[in-house]
């Protein structure tokens, strides 16, 4: 650990969390938006389903940890809900199973503190024209529906927030094409901003106290400092702690 301590939002999933910082990714935005306000870490596996997922649960969310999760954002079933092989290998999970493991992901995870959120994250779209080319595996946008749907109810059921990213993603007239990179399955910069925006959303709309939207959380160090930048009529310092104006997307 390195101090001072901050909230800590885990990221929890198959590939879309382990990839989540790569060229522009969703975890990357996250994180900056969140500098010097939350620590925003990943615990991604490429190719796992919510079986696999349950195996390690309390390896990665131990719940004598001395410091549990302000937020989880949780992302499994995309792999899940390819469909089933032959020889009974693969990441197929049936649809009851995948709402029961994500039934018990959602209640282990309220259950580490009174202070955990958690947020679920549905199956994306895909694009099924790139996806027939690049992959073996049975992947359809009806099975992502299927899926994404399900989840969302079991959602309602447990009051856990929850993001249909099926349906978010599609709202963009061109996402087949702009939202995926060349495997149709993985999400492009374009798509990862779509996803960010959904969460950004989901935590300023949440009743939560204390509330974990950027805006409202706590900058680390922000006092004024007479080694700040000198001001152009060299009377005042210029403090830069909430500076934004790099961000290319002015962030709600």
């Known amino acids: 650990m390195v101090g001072p301590v901050r909230p800590l939002f885990v990221l929890f999933g198959s590939s879309i969390v382990q990839i989540s910082f790569c060229n522009g990714g969703w975890g990357a935005i ?12 990943t615990r991604g596996y490429f190719g796992w389903n919510s079986r696999r997922a349950l195996q390690i649960l309390d390896q990665v969310f131990p719940k ?3 410091i549990q999760p302000s937020l989880v954002i949780v992302y499994f079933g995309g792999n899940d809900s390819t469909g089933p092989h032959s020889s ?3 990441p197929h999970v049936p649809l009851p199973e995948y709402i029961e493991n994500m039934k018990k992901i959602g209640t282990y995870l309220k259950s580490l503190s009174d202070k955990t959120r958690v947020i679920f994250l ?3 779209p895909i ?3 790139k996806v027939r080319v690049n992959s073996e595996l049975v992947r ?8 994404s749907a399900a989840l969302m109810e079991l959602c309602k059921e447990l009051g856990i927030n929850a993001i249909d990213l ?16 060349e495997d149709g399955v993985h999400l492009s910069a374009e798509g990862s901003k779509i996803v960010a925006e959904e969460i950004l959303k989901v935590i300023k709309e949440a009743e939560w106290e204390p509330s974990l939207h950027w805006k409202s959380m706590a900058t680390e160090y922000s006092e004024d400092s007479p080694y700040d930048l000198v001001a152009a009529d060299g009377e005042r310092t210029l403090n830069p702690s909430e500076w934004a104006y790099h961000r290319e997307i002015q962030w709600e």
């Open 30 to 41: 996250l994180s900056e938006i969140y500098a010097r306000k939350a620590d925003i870490i």
């Open 64 to 66: 004598e940890a001395e």
């Open 88 to 90: 009974g290998r693969g």
């Open 122 to 124: 549905t199956c994306p």
């Open 127 to 129: 694009n099924e024209a």
């Open 140 to 147: 359809t946008n009806e099975l992502c529906r299927t899926y």
């Open 166 to 181: 099926c349906t978010a993603i599609q709202k963009r007239e061109d996402w087949q094409d702009a939202c995926f990179i």
